[in-house]
């Protein structure tokens, strides 16, 4: 596309630099100057922890046919060899820019968002299958992968970059999908990288605390996910209906519903909501129960175990109504998904107790994880988890709570550290954990061990027949990291390998 034609996106752009060709023939977009080659538009955006407007220069090397930055940067490069245009907002110009450059895809689909703490990647997984159900050909872009037709792809970000998520959004269309479902993070919203997207759907699971690294507190948190809701509003050039389907039993559901103007349903299990529950069963092999909708009532079977799938179910229920989805449709959806990666995943190889491996990283989630657990297991409940380096520090301590609180044996480990010291992270977990131990009635035995694999192996050698292990905070993670590299690492795997190793009761295979 031609370099005047797209900036045709972006409004407020000004051309600084009288150098190049602002006719130039732009073959390609990138943020991340390593990614620049000839014929490449760069457009440089403000990190974490780098800032694109300093790698200027290298794009200009690489090949860049122009540049897109922000008045500070791009006033001192007059003398450029290659156009350079000046814009508010980066961000915003990247993702209005990747938008035009990629043909508009979400014109194309039906795109549904999924927003909240907790639960976005169960939800996702289970309104693609509805939708495969009835017979359409959805792709999904999540935590765990970004899953295209036939192929798959391994996830950076929950929600990537916008030029990265037009690009596969783009690849979805060209491939004859219908529909995207995808989990839209607070970081995603709050640096504008669905900016331009238009959504059919929005989906509010609940909020808890996580993220306030980023967001500093609840209501900047809340805020940014209110974003996504408040976008449904904005005049629409696709003539799909809007809905957003919102958790009512969530303090911030409840706020949420009294700031959004668009077309809403609410769902929870207090009674009050448009979609709830009645007869909920729940056992090791999932849930049944009876979802009570606006078009009726129908029953629910779900491999999913514990309670809080139930919320899952019904805000994947809600969004299938109104796209249209039929219950017949929906119930085969919920019964042909087996499970989701990294969630509530058994492990179960004659080993005579549980292994359960969940991503639960919040205080919210583990809460919920164990509640779950405790109901359901007739020995004791053995945790091993940690924290995430260079992230919330504030959830630190009431994680060690709750683990100490439903736990009798708890492992407190590595998570990612990144930069931090582990055993520093490490002991602002055990502050809680040693709390929480104090004022129970029975004793809990806990123990720090800094590698994780060793804490692994050091929990399933505790377990007894009848035992419950938990391995949170990883899931379907295959990674691990510590400083500034990324090591292979995944629980599951590292917890079957212990198992094949071992016999009933944790002996030893002989030879």
């Known amino acids: 596309m031609r370099l005047d034609i797209l900036l045709q996106a972006i409004p407020d752009a000004r051309w600084v630099s009288h150098g190049g060709d602002r006719e130039a023939e732009i073959g390609h977009l990138a943020a991340d100057s390593r990614q620049v080659r000839p014929g490449s538009l760069f457009v440089a955006i403000r990190g974490r922890h780098s800032d694109g407007h300093a790698f200027l220069p290298e794009a200009i090397d690489r090949g860049a046919a122009a540049i897109v930055a922000e008045a500070a940067a791009a006033r001192p490069m ?19 820019l990747a938008e035009r450059f990629y043909g508009y895809p979400s014109l194309h689909l039906g795109l549904i968002g999924v927003t909240g703490t907790n639960g976005k990647t169960t939800v996702t997984y289970l309104i693609r299958s509805m939708l495969q159900a009835a017979g359409h050909v959805a792709g999904l872009i999540g935590t765990v992968a970004y899953e295209l037709v ?14 990265i998520l037009q690009s596969l959004l783009a690849r979805l269309v060209e491939q004859g999908a219908d529909h995207a479902v995808m989990e839209v993070s607070s970081h995603a919203l709050a640096l504008n990288r669905v900016e331009g997207c238009e959504f059919d759907a929005a989906v509010f699971t609940n909020l808890t605390q996580d993220h306030l690294d980023f967001h500093h ?21 696709k003539s799909r209906p809007k809905r957003a389907v919102v958790n009512r039993d969530d303090p911030w559901g409840r706020r949420l519903i009294e700031t ?8 929870g299990l207090d009674g009050r909501a448009d979609l709830t529950a009645e007869d909920v069963r729940s056992s090791l092999e999932g849930l049944v129960f009876t979802a009570v909708t606006p078009i009726g ?26 796209l249209g989805i039929s219950p017949d449709h929906i119930r085969q959806g919920i019964e042909s998904l087996s499970g989701v990666p990294g969630r509530f995943e058994r492990l179960d190889s004659g080993q005579g107790f549980s292994v359960i491996v969940d991503f639960a990283h919040t205080e919210d989630a583990l809460d919920l994880l164990l509640r779950t657990v405790s109901e359901l297991t007739s020995g004791r409940i053995i ?5 995430g380096g260079d992230r919330d520090h504030g959830k630190r301590a009431p994680m060690g709570r709750t683990a100490a609180r439903f736990s009798d044996v708890v492992v407190v480990t590595s998570d990612n550290p990144r930069g931090e010291d582990p055993v520093q992270i490490i002991n ?48 379907h993670e295959d990674y691990q990291i510590i400083g500034d590299q990324m090591i292979p690492f995944n629980d599951r795997r590292i917890a079957d390998d212990w198992i094949r190793r071992h016999g009933p009761g944790g002996r030893v295979r002989e030879a």
């Open 217 to 237: 507190t609840m209501d900047d948190y809340f805020e940014s996910k209110r974003r996504l809701f408040s976008g449904l509003t904005r005049p629409a050039k």
């Open 383 to 387: 945790t091993l988890f940690g924290c």
């Open 260 to 267: 959004i103007q668009a077309p809403a349903w609410t769902y």
């Open 78 to 96: 007059l003398k450029t060899p290659v156009p350079v245009i000046e814009v508010k907002n980066s961000r915003i110009a990247l993702a209005r």
């Open 297 to 322: 009532s129908f029953p629910v079977r779900s491999a999913l175990v514990g309670r809080y799938n139930v919320y899952n179910l019904l805000a994947a229920i809600g969004t299938a109504i109104h």
């Open 150 to 163: 036939g192929e798959r792809l391994p996830s950076t970000h929950t929600t990537p970059e916008s030029d």
């Open 428 to 475: 602002e977990v055990a502050v809680g954990v040693r709390d929480a131990s104090s004022q129970k009635k029975s004793y809990v035995e806990w123990m720090a061990v800094t590698d994780r694999r060793e804490a692994i192996e050091r929990a399933l050698g505790l377990a007894r027949p009848g035992d419950s292990v938990i391995l949170a905070g990883k899931g």
